[in-house]
């Protein structure tokens, strides 16, 4: 068995699309299984995902660091209690160096699109400079958050000064002495307003929905505490286990919407009432909605950021943006140098990153129009061999995204060893078992916190809520622990069919 090059490009047993936290745990868990013959394909030109493209000043995890990393990889030097951007990109450089990943990435490699051959019951991906692959089995770990959303605000485009966003932020523009405009009041700007207020000559903040901001309790690790993780790992073990259940115990009042979110509602005003005493900016930075709906935010400076002479924020609306400045609602005019859109991302309804053809010519794109869906967010059914990492509703609202992660890899593993094991071409997922699950998981859906009213990303248009696992994530896990081949349609291999040799463990070459 051997792999081959043909026209069309290169065979594989697997492709891994994204080289952020998904597609680097999965490379790790295929080399240390001996399973070589994979590539990673990275649309740009290094891993880390979010945390290589978020560059913007003060950006930063909003879970303990020890929490959201590796199990399999625990890092003893984190300086934070939550890292920043820099430090949460150079860990996952760190496990690509240390799991020798770097010869199976191919870097500058876009796909364009995925197509699934039938016959041959192979994956044909295309990419952006004309190339192609195939592969038996493709695993999409783009994650969600990674186009920018732009506002649709009149007159942005004649604005004369810098625009940027903070997903796209412009390292050699130096904001000390100017006047700052931030359009947004996120995880992103709540990070952002409080790093960039010191140095601008003013900063006006246009909030157009008061968040829920909680204290943050971030702050340097002491260099005796580093030494004792390194040398006792089972210590920092610990310490993982506890900020696991601590964050976890959160769950009944973010997800709920019970007498507990009202107590953490009754927490949040507290912090509030304590950090601001303007009753004037303190009535305007109120959030009107039930904890939860949209992101609860960690901060230990947003507010007191808000305090400072320097900064106004302005709730009456943007009217329009002129060539210089925003003009609001209430025809104020503020002129400035600079706005920074912390304006979010684009998550949209059909979540298919390119057009992705399964079986029959059938478009995911189609399937999806009215709100991804798929099984335990992995696997999609009329898309055999197709697997997503943080697909449909597997997104946590509470707690650290690299549980999950690595609930999907353990099942992906197990999914691609049946694959092997029992010489099957290809796994379908059966229709009926991916409506039973979503419609067991919307059900559960309607009576959390996400679904009472607020807007957010969380939702479609049409109010489905598409990317939150309504659950706890320990939930998850237990329901992701065993690979069930019964709920899938095998389709066995022919002799005809070109047969991929799974160990082939050669670093891949580059096709940029
Ligand atoms: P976001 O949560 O979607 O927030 C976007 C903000 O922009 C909201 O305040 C929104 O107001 C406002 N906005 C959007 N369009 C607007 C318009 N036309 N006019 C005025 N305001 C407008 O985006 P994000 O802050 O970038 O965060 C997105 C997600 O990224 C987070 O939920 C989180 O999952 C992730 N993230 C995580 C961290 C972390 O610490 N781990 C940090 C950053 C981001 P409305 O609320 O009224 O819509």
Known sequence: MTTRRQDSGELLETAIIGAGFGGLGLAIKLLQEGQGNFAVFEKSGDVGGVWRDNIYPGAACDVPSHLYSFSFEPNPEWSRTFGGQSEIHQYLQHCTDKYQLWGKIRFNAEVTAAKFDEQNHLWTLHFADGESVRARTVVFAVGALNVPAYPNIEGLDSFQGKIMHTAEWDSDCDLRGKRVGVIGTGASAIQVVPEIQPVVESLSLYQRTAPWVMPKRDGWIPPRWRKLYARLPLLQKLHRIVQYWMFES???????????????????????????????????????????????????????????????????????????????????????????????????????????????????????????????????????????????????????????????????????????????????????????????????????????GCDSWYLTEDGKNTTLWPGYSWQYRMQSKHFDPSIYRSRRRSMSEPQVNVELGEPATSSS
């Open 250 to 452: 959160t769950a009944p009042v973010m997800i709920k919407n019970n007498w507990m979110t009202r107590m953490g509602e009754k927490l949040g005003r507290r912090y509030l009432t304590r950090m601001i005493k303007d009753p004037v900016l303190r009535e305007k930075v109120t959030p009107r909605y039930a904890l939860g709906c949209k992101r609860v935010l960690l901060s230990d400076d947003y507010y007191p950021a808000l305090t400072r002479p320097n900064v106004e924020v302005l709730t009456d609306g943007i009217a329009r943006v002129d060539e210089s400045g925003i003009v609001s609602r209430d025809g104020s005019h503020q002129a400035l140098d600079v706005i920074v859109l912390a304006t979010g991302f684009k998550v949209p309804a059909a979540g298919a990153p390119f057009p992705i053809e399964g079986l029959g010519g059938r478009l995911l794109n189609d399937d999806w129009r009215s709100g991804s869906e798929a099984y335990l967010g992995m696997t999609v059914s009329g898309y055999p061999n197709m697997l997503y990492i943080m697909g449909p509703n597997t997104g946590p609202g509470n707690i650290s995204v690299i549980f999950y992660i690595e609930s999907q890899l353990r099942y992906i593993m197990a999914y691609l060893k049946h694959l092997r094991q029992r010489n099957i071409a290809a796994l379908d997922l059966k229709a009926e078992v991916q409506r039973e699950f979503n419609d067991a998981l919307q059900a559960k859906m309607q009576n959390t916190t996400w679904m009472s």
